[in-house]
């Protein structure tokens, strides 16, 4: 019942970037669709209508439909990362195990700020794929990257429990990604708006809370301080 109302609110919203140039409305409309129905639920022709722009001109700009959604998650992912790492270099001077826990509540910060983001890889994580594969290799793992070398030092010093990677990764992605991605449900089903700036901070703590929790060594309330 709500798709065609988001679909207008969408439509609305990119049509009135008249300044922006026909690719970026493109690309716009595009990272709304895509997040909201998935690759295969969405057309070029709907990105078209939502981006007030002809068909053909979809098609000057990009070779086909795969093309274009790789051009949404670079634009998409691009403008995240670039964000988050701005966020974490201006972090104050902390002690090691407290910047494990102020990376963490970025993220969240960033998720809550960006869901679109969630919901490309929630969407796209749900089965294998040529998509999720070049996904993962262009954008995943090097964002990765830095958390990864955090959490083996955490390992080495032993300031955490041993456990995979992809379980810590999977711990934050998934409190931080639904609770976000989700929003339609949170309000339907608790009245709660997830993108109210209490709402964002409170999660983003009881991400970190739980994470640490879970994983770290020794008290974890001066790191969550």
Avoid: C
């Avoid at 964000?83 to 963490?104: D, G, H, K, N, W």
């Amino acid at each position: 019942m709500n798709a065609p109302n988001q679909t207008v609110a969408s439509e609305g919203s990119v049509r009135a970037e008249s300044h922006l140039d026909a690719r970026d409305r493109i690309l716009i409309a595009a990272e709304k669709l895509f997040a909201m129905r998935g690759f295969e639920g969405v057309s070029t022709t709907q990105i078209a209508k939502v981006a007030g722009v002809t068909q053909p001109l979809i098609h000057y700009h990009f070779k086909n439909k795969d093309a274009l959604w790789k051009a949404t998650v670079a634009r998409l992912f691009g403008r995240f990362q670039e964000e988050y790492q701005i966020a974490v270099q201006r972090l104050p001077e902390m002690e090691r195990r407290q910047r494990f826990a102020s990376v963490i509540r970025l993220y969240v910060l960033q998720v809550a700020r960006i869901p679109e983001f969630g919901q490309f890889i929630m969407r796209e994580g749900t089965q294998a794929s040529g998509r999720l594969d070049w996904m993962v290799a262009h954008w995943l793992q090097p964002a990765l990257a830095q958390f990864r070398e955090l959490y083996d030092e955490a390992l080495e010093k032993e300031w955490v429990r041993p456990m995979g990677f992809h379980q810590l990764v999977m711990l934050v992605t998934a409190s931080a990604h639904q609770y976000f991605s989700l929003s339609p449900m949170m309000a339907a089903l608790y009245g709660v708006d997830t993108q109210e700036g209490g709402q964002v901070q409170g999660q983003a703590e009881t991400v970190a809370r739980s994470v640490l929790g879970a994983v770290m060594l020794g008290e974890v309330e001066q790191e969550i301080a």
